[in-house]
Nanobody
Framework: QVQLVESGGGLVQAGGSLRLACVPS????????MAWYRQAPGKQRELVAA???????NYGDSVKGRFTISRDIYHNTLHLQMNSLNADDTAIYYC????????????WGQGTQVTVSS
């Protein structure tokens, strides 16, 4: 079973930055997209940013212009650079990898906590 290992979360002051990383433990076959999701307390999980094999990226409206997703296609390593963080960005951030964003056989990381203090 493939595991997605996330790192880089933590506590940061508003206006600060964090960089998340996601590394698969093994090769993922038929992998076409990797993404970051987040879930805040009492809220549904939402898409933060996604990156396809073809280099296309898309972002949630609330993070556009502040967050940047990047991916090492060869190693399938995924990063999320988060700048200008605010309290609304406080959530558990999850890495996802699969054939598409709705892939029921896709893989999820265990989540990494990001807390932004105001």
């Amino acid at each position: 079973q493939v595991q997605l290992v996330e790192s880089g979360g933590g506590l940061v002051q508003a206006g600060g930055s964090l960089r998340l990383a996601c590394v698969p433990s093994a090769r993922i076959f038929r992998l076409r997209v990797m993404a970051w999701y987040r879930q805040a307390p009492g809220k549904q999980r939402e898409l933060v940013a996604a990156s396809t094999n073809g280099g296309r990226t898309n972002y949630g409206d609330s993070v556009k212009g502040r967050f940047t997703i990047s991916r090492d296609i060869y190693h399938n390593t995924l990063h999320l650079q988060m700048n200008s963080l605010n309290a609304d960005d406080t959530a558990i951030y999850y890495c996802f990898a699969g054939g598409n964003l709705g892939d029921p056989q896709g893989f999820w990381g265990q989540g990494t906590q990001v807390t932004v203090s105001s």
